[in-house]
């Protein structure tokens, strides 16, 4: 089976390389931006499975980039979660305005990341890796 490809647009090292471990080690494949901009031309180029957006980044902001990708047709129908460590009720509203599916908090939580990935993917019915439902 192919193994989905998600993209990380994530600007704190620490959270990019966490995230990235997690989730190469769950049978996803990678491809990371440490900026957005970055991350809107890989998108387009890469085609990715999902998108992991922080929404806190300098110069173009994870809200932003959302709402560039939502309205151009070639990265429309790429689900976009937005990462952010404000899991505040306003923050998600906005995200979802800005035409995210959903979020999911920052601190990672290592145990259970992975499935929470996973669960976006499986509510657009593409297939996850097996390991991380199993
Ligand atoms: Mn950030």
Do not use: W
């Amino acid at each position: 089976m192919k193994q989905p490809v998600i993209l990380l647009v994530e600007d704190n090292p620490m959270n990019l390389e966490m995230a990235k471990f997690l989730l190469q080690n769950a049978g996803f494949q990678t491809v990371e931006a440490e900026d957005a901009a970055t991350g809107i031309r890989i998108a387009k180029e890469s085609q990715p499975d999902l998108i992991l957006m922080d929404l806190h980044m300098p110069v173009l902001n994870g809200y932003e980039a959302s709402k560039i990708l939502k309205s151009d047709p070639v990265t429309a129908h790429i689900p976009i979660v937005a990462f952010t460590a404000h899991a505040m009720e306003d923050e998600q509203q906005k995200a979802l305005d800005f035409g995210c599916s959903g979020i999911i908090s920052k601190p990672i939580d290592v145990d259970q990341f992975s499935r929470q990935v996973a669960g976006f993917l499986v509510a657009k019915g593409e297939p996850s890796p097996a390991t991380v439902l199993a």
